[in-house]
């Protein structure tokens, strides 16, 4: 019992990491569209659709194990933090008080979804739930 719930532990810190990873690859894709031309160049393109997939994959991955509603959350927010800041370092994005504050929501709100998933995401099922069965049609004479 105690080897599955270290197993289970080991799975969801992988779980947070993967994660994390996957909210880089958003960022790249996300400032990678940028450098695409509306995708008609060709190298930045493919490292756009790339990044995307691998983001994808890496969330879907992470999601086997952490709730789908804190996975999402946290992985879309690592990209828009991420990429705000990427835009003011790279693009010359502004950087108003106001977006800085708004980044510390978001930050904020990261930490509080990661601090309130119930131990961490463990006991998160791994297959989705089976769809209920349909009614059977009533006979009709």
Same mark, same amino acid.
């Given at each position: 019992? *105690?080897? *599955?719930?270290? +197993? $289970?532990?080991?799975?969801?810190?992988?779980?947070? !990491?993967?994660?994390?990873?996957?909210?880089?690859?958003?960022?790249?894709? %996300? !400032?990678?569209? $940028?450098?695409?031309?509306?995708?008609?160049?060709?190298?930045?393109?493919?490292? +756009?659709?790339?990044?995307? !997939?691998?983001? !994808?994959?890496?969330?879907?991955?992470?999601? $086997?194990?952490?709730?789908?509603?804190? %996975?999402?959350?946290?992985?879309?927010?690592?990209?828009?933090?991420?990429?705000? &800041? &990427?835009?003011?370092?790279? &693009?010359?994005?502004? %950087?108003?008080?106001?977006?800085?504050?708004?980044?510390?929501?978001?930050?904020?709100?990261?930490?509080?979804?990661?601090? %309130?998933?119930?131990?961490?995401?463990?006991?998160? $099922?791994?297959?989705?739930?089976?769809? #209920?069965?349909? #009614?059977? #049609?009533?006979?009709?004479?």
């Amino acid at each position: 019992m *105690q080897e *599955q719930l270290t +197993t $289970k532990r080991r799975d969801t810190e992988m779980a947070w !990491i993967i994660l994390g990873i996957a909210g880089l690859f958003e960022i790249g894709w %996300a !400032i990678g569209l $940028k450098y695409t031309d509306g995708f008609s160049r060709l190298w930045p393109s493919v490292w +756009t659709a790339g990044s995307m !997939i691998v983001s !994808i994959w890496l969330l879907a991955w992470a999601m $086997k194990s952490l709730p789908v509603g804190t %996975a999402y959350a946290v992985w879309v927010g690592i990209g828009a933090i991420g990429t705000v &800041l &990427l835009g003011i370092v790279l &693009l010359g994005d502004p %950087a108003t008080l106001g977006r800085m504050v708004s980044m510390l929501l978001i930050v904020a709100g990261i930490v509080g979804l990661k601090l %309130a998933t119930p131990n961490g995401g463990e006991g998160v $099922k791994e297959e989705a739930p089976e769809a #209920p069965e349909a #009614p059977e #049609p009533p006979i009709r004479n």
